[in-house]
């Protein structure tokens, strides 16, 4: 499996995503890339020393993300829902193989499946009403008629969002090693994770 970590400069999270997978999983292809990386950037500081105090010394240099190195991935991870959104607008990506690093592994796909459903009904409603109603009211009314029928609907919503987890990875860019440090123990926990995951799926189970 070639899997691709993405993060915005390629200096911080995506590297050590990148070392901690290759230590943990070394029969797994591993790659990362930045949206916004210059190329061949040496890592910060303080990612270079905190990957150091696992053992993990590393003389990565930034990359830029490229059409390549999306099509040589099997699984694309991400830092946050908003790397993921950029990558998904910027360029044709199978939605299979595109995640951000916790959606992927912590995620039930049960949950995913109902919120898009959710999600689907509710701009099918809104859009009736709209067609329903906009010649028989005013923008305001309208607006306060939406609010109205769909309040149902966006509770529903909001009620599994907030069972999901938190699925974006702070970026520690500019801050003290401390941060630093609390990025790589977050991502580590993830990467066992999704080490897991991998031998699940390869073990056939």
Same mark, same amino acid.
């Given at each position: ?16 995503? @990148? ?6 999983? &070394? ?12 190329? /061949?950037? &040496? ?11 696992? /053992? ?17 991935? +099997? ?34 796909? +049960? +949950?995913? @499946? ?17 067609? %329903? ?15 109205? @029928?769909?309040? +149902? &609907? ?6 599994? @969002?907030?069972?999901? &987890? ?7 860019? /500019? ?23 991998? %031998? ?6």
């Amino acid at each position: 499996m070639n899997i691709l970590f993405v993060c915005t400069g390629n200096t911080c999270r995506s590297p050590m995503a @990148e070392a901690l997978l290759k230590k943990q999983a &070394p029969h797994v292809e591993v790659k990362s890339a930045g949206i916004f990386a210059g190329k /061949g950037e &040496p890592l910060v500081e303080e990612t270079i020393e905190v990957l150091n105090e696992k /053992g993990l010394g590393t003389e990565a240099r930034s990359t830029p993300i490229s059409r390549d190195l999306l099509d040589w991935a +099997d699984l694309i991870l991400t830092m946050t829902e908003h790397h993921k959104q950029t990558l998904a607008l910027q360029f044709t990506i199978n939605e299979d193989k595109l995640f951000t690093l916790k959606e992927y592994v912590l995620t039930n796909d +049960d +949950d995913w @499946e109902t919120l898009k459903g959710l999600y689907a009904d509710f701009e099918d409603r809104r859009a009736m009403i709209i067609r %329903d109603q906009k010649d028989a009211m005013d923008e305001d009314k309208l607006e306060q008629h939406l609010r109205k @029928e769909l309040q +149902d &609907p966006i509770e529903r919503i909001q009620k599994l @969002e907030n069972k999901l &987890p938190n699925l974006n990875i702070s970026d520690p860019f /500019g801050r003290d090693i401390v941060v630093y440090r609390d990025s790589r123990d977050e991502i580590e926990q993830h990467i066992k994770l999704l080490v897991e995951k991998i %031998d699940n799926h390869e073990n056939g189970s």
